[in-house]
């Protein structure tokens, strides 16, 4: 489970901070900038469970309707002081991916994890990387078509064709992958190889009208 101290955002000078009058729009678009625009980051809305927050009024509204959205709970606490506390307490545990501790992790140039989950076959640089520009499709989540619930006849694939865009490639993990359409609109998400579907040059995929109406 990721958690997230959104009052650090407040005391950090980079392009993440957060400046001028805190609303709830303002906190809401810069969290989830910190979340997508940064490829050091790799965190997506699927690794987040919990964010805890004060009660102040710039974490109601929009930033509110964001975390339901993507189905992620808001934990409010009375004081920021027993926010510390709490933060304090996990910063200074040992993580199981990382083997050592936040604290100690940030003062490390680079930091290896380990897989969240197990999986056969080579990974990080031993894996082999799909090439820029391979055409593919990625596997659909069960609420991503229109109508928010999968039927027996719907795709298990995306009905467009991508490309890809960029590449992750970090130690002893999975490689990421960005994907962008053939008008250069790219996808916030990431994927593994195992949710893409290479398409060689010569498929042929049905119309688009066919393929959309499953």
Same mark, same amino acid.
């Given at each position: 489970m990721t958690q997230y101290n959104l009052d650090i955002l407040n005391r950090? @000078?980079? @392009?993440?901070?957060?400046?001028?009058?805190?609303?709830?729009?303002?906190?809401? @678009?810069?969290?989830e900038r910190m979340l997508f625009n940064d490829l050091e980051c790799f965190v997506t809305w699927d690794m987040i469970k919990l964010v805890m927050t004060d009660k102040g009024s710039e974490f109601k509204g929009d930033f509110e309707k964001l975390l339901?959205?993507?189905?992620?709970?808001?934990?409010?606490v009375n004081s920021k002081s027993i926010m510390d506390q709490k933060f304090g307490t996990l910063n200074n545990t040992i993580t199981r991916l990382i083997e050592m501790t936040p604290n100690k992790a940030r003062k490390k140039k680079?930091?290896?994890?380990?897989s969240s989950k197990p999986r056969n076959g080579p990974m990080g640089f031993d894996e082999e990387r799909l090439p820029y520009g391979v055409s593919v499709r990625y596997l659909l989540k069960p609420d991503e078509l229109e109508g928010g619930k999968r039927r027996g006849t719907d795709c298990n694939w995306s009905p467009q064709t991508y490309s890809i865009k960029e590449s992750l490639i970090r130690k002893n993990q999975p490689i990421l992958y960005w994907l962008i359409d053939e008008n250069d609109n790219g996808l916030k998400r990431s994927f593994v190889r195992e949710e893409l579907l290479k398409i060689s040059k010569d498929s042929m995929l049905p119309p688009q009208w066919v393929l959309k109406q499953y």
């Open positions: 950090n @000078e980079d @392009e993440f901070s957060l400046k001028g009058i805190l609303t709830s729009a303002v906190v809401a @678009e810069t969290f339901r959205k993507h189905n992620v709970k808001n934990q409010k680079h930091v290896y994890a380990k």
